[in-house]
């Protein structure tokens, strides 16, 4: 039973901790030990519906009783939140209505009499008290609750209250209380902080309705920090395919993050409005230079908006707003000219207070180059924006450099007087691209300067440009292989034949010829090498040796490609070079294992610490980061591979990464059963790429195909495993999997068309025109590992069991008990739950009369689903379970209820064939399990009912499941 009177928020995100902290603590007031839980956070974070959340997961028998207080000004309710917790029960099985809070009973009796009606009821039922908003509750409903923290701690009660921390200002009367409950025992605090990116994603894909793209969330994300509410309130009415936010705040969402604002003073309201100007955290004198006022007047003002929540002091005597949106929305609401002469004023007084020899904190000179634009004042904003990208450079702040620089370049067009060039600012907005890992920021920037450089007077250059724009293109989803701007950089280079640049173009174009099956891709390479030895250059070393690698790994040796991968991936750290890192570390973990295993997965993590180590921006972490998730999905570790895609996505992932970590969520939701997830995973990774199939590095096919399955469109699978199949050039990833699944779907077909009395012939043969086509499962290049050569057999065992699945061959149960074995033994987790279902139903079906071994394929095989989560795989099984009338209880030691003397008489056998009685087991399938005859199970039997005066087997598996129970 439970009363509520709250309105359940939006499906709660990023809370799996908290969530279980509260539900820990309701568990021990169930189990009769009182708890007192006080979820305290600022406005918006979720404190509500955390809460909601645990009190919706409670036993039909818990009392949820909710309540809140409100932001009466004028006037004071007693027991406000205590009335609206209480008003609809009713009594019966809670035993008395709660009638004294409605009987003008007096205040100071209440709280009594409400301890004693929770004694009552709690003797009956759990009880979850939960106090909304507490903050705003009067003191009479403070005392009542501070009488019943107080009350019998062995009593099933849990009181439940969230705070609005950011309301509690040094005099507010809740503060006291605080500190008298914090010294009661079973009191526990939890503080709830914004949600992280990853998690504010996931709450904006919820309100979308699909996978929201990785801009929008940086947009979001960056100006909510993470609150729940604001979030909301940012995205509901986007479009589902929304980029990016509107600059300015809608009116609702104003409203919002100002409600704390409105509450102040005139006076502390316009010097704020001056303070959002400032756009950082900002002191009293900055303050009362800027208005004329003493600083006195100042720090009065912002006591009272740091009291009324709006501002917070710093460690450093600054003052600052609680949220940034407060500021956002304050300077949006000044008219353009007042915000000028302001920003104007700000500036002055900054550089005012330059020292001639001083060293400038960055964040001064970032403020002035901010100030000087916002100004309007536009050679001055050019010289402070140069100026300031220098100080973030230095400082580490990449990101910062990289806006500042975007908009020096702006700025270059539209100054009266500029003394730094446009090719000046393109080549350092080039390098800060690259340092800060934006490669869609970079690539436009390149093809920028590439307008600005001549070839025939820098060749170098050139070509140098032209090889890492091949490179972005690549990252950012635009092309697969540009083998024709990689021939134009060898060609431009080879004018200098012991330059780097030589050799870093043959390298990157060694790759590319590779997904082409070019066969002077080893040539390539030791030419790049030379080249490399000649330059002595790290950077160009390491991509020469890659190619170097590749050669190897098609040439399936794999002691040479690991050798020479690692090399690759040492001169590349030493270089600092991410890029041919994370390729080098990808060779080296795929030579020496198969991507489905956990030896390439650990490999992929330790490389990622080292890129972590030296300082490899968030996309290239982000792309070890998804393909090792990857790994994870595939050999059935997904809560680890979920961690890792967590890590991927913790920031902006870039594009490249983003790819990898939607094919891999996309498969891992369709394995689920969340089929409308994963088709927004493969929806979003292919509004990334150009030409998806293109993209051979990427598992496009093979995905495609198990999220067609999921949504049982057979069709479109076989058309997508078989787009894999017939690529030109090197397969793609996960081409082993394309003729099983291409299989799956033809004989799914085969059934469906059985089932409707139609013939299946047109099935059969497109499954004849399969295998005779392709009468081997298609195997990706690189060298054979023992791994690697199980998985092949488990894979070819899989389509030689759906093709006979097709044809209804006499064989399938034993083809798919031989899948079953060949996936046991090589990690394909998946696999072996979908091949134990296909095997208990071939064996339920062909008439054999092995439902003994059915019934333990299907134990076996929801084990193992259970395990990995896979819904489809569970709902299947326990479908076909129920129709064939098969137990799916497991065979545990029975308790029996009666007399030791009787269960003294029962022999060790006798005991064993009772556990199988109380699993639900027949004859047959005890004398199977036991490997006894059937009529000695049936002398057991007669035995047991004798022995426990049971009138039938139904009888005594009652018995004992009542002894249990």
């Known amino acids: 039973m439970a009363v509520r009177t709250g309105v359940i928020g939006p499906v709660l995100v990023g809370r799996g901790q908290e969530l279980s902290v509260v539900r820990d603590a309701l568990d021990r007031a169930e189990a009769g030990a009182a708890v007192t839980v006080l979820v305290t956070g600022d406005a918006g974070v979720g404190k509500t519906a955390l809460v909601q959340q645990a009190c919706d997961d409670r036993t039909a028998g818990t009392l949820v009783l909710m309540g809140g207080c409100l932001p009466l000004t004028k006037m004071a309710v007693p027991f406000l939140a205590l009335r609206s917790a209480l ?50 509750a009067d003191q009479s409903t403070l005392d009542a609750l501070m009488y019943l ?43 709830l902080g914004n949600l992280d990116r ?37 995205v509901s009415g986007l479009a589902a395919d929304a980029h990016h936010v509107e600059s300015d705040l809608n009116p609702d969402l104003a409203g919002a993050v100002l409600r704390s604002w409105t509450r102040l003073s005139a006076p502390a309201r316009q010097l704020t409005r001056i303070m959002a100007i400032g756009g950082v955290p900002v002191t009293a ?19 009272e908006a740091a009291e009324a929540g709006a501002v917070d002091p710093t460690a450093d005597g600054r003052y ?170 060898v060609a431009l280079a080879a004018q200098s034949p012991d330059s780097w640049q030589y050799a870093y173009a043959l390298a990157c174009l060694a790759w590319a010829e590779y997904w082409n099956d070019d066969p002077h891709v080893a040539e390539y390479a030791e030419l790049a090498v030379a080249a490399a030895s000649r330059a002595n250059d790290a950077r160009a070393m390491s991509y020469a040796l890659y190619s170097k690698a590749l050669g190897e790994y098609v040439r399936e040796n794999g002691e040479a490609c690991v050798a020479l991968a690692q090399r690759s991936a040492e001169e590349a750290r030493e270089a600092k070079d991410p890029w041919a890192f994370s390729r080098a570390s990808l060779m080296e973990a795929n030579a020496l294992e198969m991507w489905t295993s956990r030896r390439f997965a650990d490999l992929i993590r ?22 090792e998730a990857h790994a994870w999905v595939a050999i059935g570790e997904w809560e680890e591979g979920l961690r890792s895609l967590r890590i991927a996505l913790g920031a902006s992932p870039g594009e490249l990464a983003d790819i990898q970590a939607r094919l891999t969520a996309a498969r891992l939701a369709a394995a689920q059963g969340r089929v409308r997830e994963a088709r927004g995973h493969l929806d979003r990774a292919d509004e990334i790429v150009q030409d998806a199939s293109a993209f051979r590095a990427n598992e496009f096919d093979a995905v495609r195909a198990i999220v067609c399955m999921a949504e049982n469109r057979p069709a479109d699978a076989f058309e997508s495993a078989m787009t894999g199949l017939l690529a030109e ?182 005991r064993t064939v009772l556990q199988y ?30 022995k426990t005066g049971a009138r039938n087997r139904v009888e005594l598996a009652l018995l004992v499941s009542r002894s249990i129970d």
């Open 87 to 136: 008003r609809d029960i009713r009594g019966g099985e809670v035993g008395s209505a709660p009638r004294f809070l409605e009987a003008g009973e007096p205040a100071e009796n209440v709280p009594v009499l409400l301890d004693g009606w929770l004694d009552e009821v709690c003797a009956i039922n759990p009880v979850v008290l939960v106090i909304d908003d507490l903050q705003w």
């Open 320 to 489: 600052w707003f609680h949220h940034p949106l407060i500021a956002e929305a304050l300077h949006q609401s000044m008219p353009v000219d007042e915000r000028r002469e302001l920003h104007a004023a700000f500036a002055d007084d900054l550089e005012a207070e330059l020292g001639v020899d001083s060293d400038v904190p960055v964040e001064t000179v970032v403020a002035i180059a901010d100030h000087r634009f916002e100004a309007a004042q536009l050679d001055e904003a050019l010289t402070w924006a140069v100026r300031a990208a220098d100080s973030a450079r230095t400082a580490g702040g990449q990101r910062e450099m990289l806006r500042l620089l975007s908009r020096a370049l702006r700025l270059e067009e539209l100054a009266e007087r500029s003394w730094v060039t446009r090719r000046e600012l393109l080549e350092r907005l080039v390098s800060a691209a690259d340092i800060a890992g934006e490669n869609a920021e970079e690539l436009g920037a390149i093809n920028l300067l590439l307008d600005e450089v001549e070839p025939t007077r820098e060749p170098l250059r050139v070509a140098e440009l032209l090889v890492r724009r091949a490179h972005l293109r690549y990252s950012t989803g635009a092309t697969f292989s540009p083998v024709a701007e990689f021939r134009e950089a």
């Open 729 to 910: 050039g090197v397969p793609p990833t996960m081409c082993e999997w394309l003729l099983p699944l291409a299989a799956r779907s033809l004989a799914d077909q085969a059934e469906a068309a059985r089932d409707r009395a139609l013939d299946p012939g047109e099935f059969l043969e497109a499954a004849d025109s399969l295998v005779r086509q392709f009468p081997n499962i298609v195997k990706d290049v690189g060298p054979p590992t023992q791994v690697w050569n199980r998985q092949m057999d488990a894979l070819a065992e899989w389509y030689a069991a759906e093709i006979a699945r097709a044809r209804r061959a006499p064989n399938e149960s034993e083809l798919w008990q031989r899948t079953i074995a060949a996936c046991q033994g090589c990690q394909l987790a998946w696999e072996e739950a979908y091949a134990y279902w296909r095997y208990a139903e071939a064996l339920l079906v062909d008439g054999s009369g092995e439902r003994a071994a059915a019934a333990e394929a299907l134990r076996r095989g929801i084990q193992r689903a259970e395990q990995l989560g896979a819904v489809p795989e569970l709902d299947a099984m326990r479908a076909l379970a129920a129709t064939a009338r098969i137990t799916l209880l497991e065979v545990t030691e029975p308790v029996l209820s009666v007399s030791d003397g009787v269960t003294g008489l029962l022999t060790p056998r006798e």
């Open 917 to 946: 009685i109380v699993a639900g087991r027949t004859y047959r399938e005890i004398a199977r399990e036991l490997f006894i005859g059937e009529k000695t199970v049936s002398t057991h039997v007669s035995s047991l009912l004798r």
């Open 285 to 303: 004198a900055l303050l009362s230079g800027i208005t004329g006022d003493s600083e006195e007047q100042i720090r009065g003002r912002l006591r």
């Open 606 to 627: 330790r490389r990622r610490d080292q890129a972590s180590e030296f300082g490899a921006p968030h996309s290239y972490i982000a792309f070890l980061a998804a393909s």
């Open 198 to 234: 990853v998690a504010t994603g996931q709450q904006i894909s919820s309100i979308l309705g699909r996978p929201a793209h990785e801009s929008l969330v940086d947009d979001v994300y960056a100006r909510t920090l993470g609150n729940a509410y604001l979030t909301r309130l940012f």
């Open 149 to 191: 923290v107080a009350g019998p701690r062995a009593r099933r009660l849990a009181l439940v209250a969230t705070i609005r921390s950011s309301d509690l200002g040094e005099d507010h009367p809740l503060r006291r209380w605080l500190a008298d409950i914090h010294r009661m025992p079973g009191t526990e605090e939890l503080l």
